[in-house]
């Protein structure tokens, strides 16, 4: 019943983003709806909290930009997420390509990041896991925080990542093994 009626609640939105008068109006509601699930989506990439609002911004930029050509096909959040995917993924390759570094060494920037946080314990078990998430490749790091914390079926992110459920599955299921490899050898 709850996503019956978050589909109205989009389609409302999208209707009152379409009609000039509202339009705004409608944009902000859509930003408080979904602005913390795509931070924390963004967050668990870049685990930087100002380059996570640098991205964020830019994500609902284009989403301004492209709402009203919004044509229905997949739920407004799975498009919401596939920009926010898209927009980060795009972030990440322009680091590496402005420190000219490898994937390896952007991931132990990204590793370096993590530990920089306040509060950061390396004997803290959330903190452990987040290490492990970060020593992923970026695929499979994209794929485990979809499916593991934002519960996103495998279909859903199949639209969101423009691959195929069976890729995702294989993908998910490797990075759970890298995950749990790396909790084991603490």
Known sequence: MAEVEIL?????LLASFKDEKTREQAFTQLVRKYQERLYWHIRRMVTDHDDTNDILQNVFIKVWKNLGDFREESNLYTWLYRIGTNETLTWIEQQKRRSSASLS?????????LEAQKGFDARKIEWKLQQAIQ???EKQRVVFNLRYYDEMPYEEMAEVLNTSIGALKASYHHAVKKVEAFLRED
């Open 8 to 12: 109205n609640d989009d389609k409302v």
């Open 105 to 113: 060494d952007h991931e132990s920037v990204l590793a370096n990041k």
């Open 135 to 137: 020593s992923l490749p």
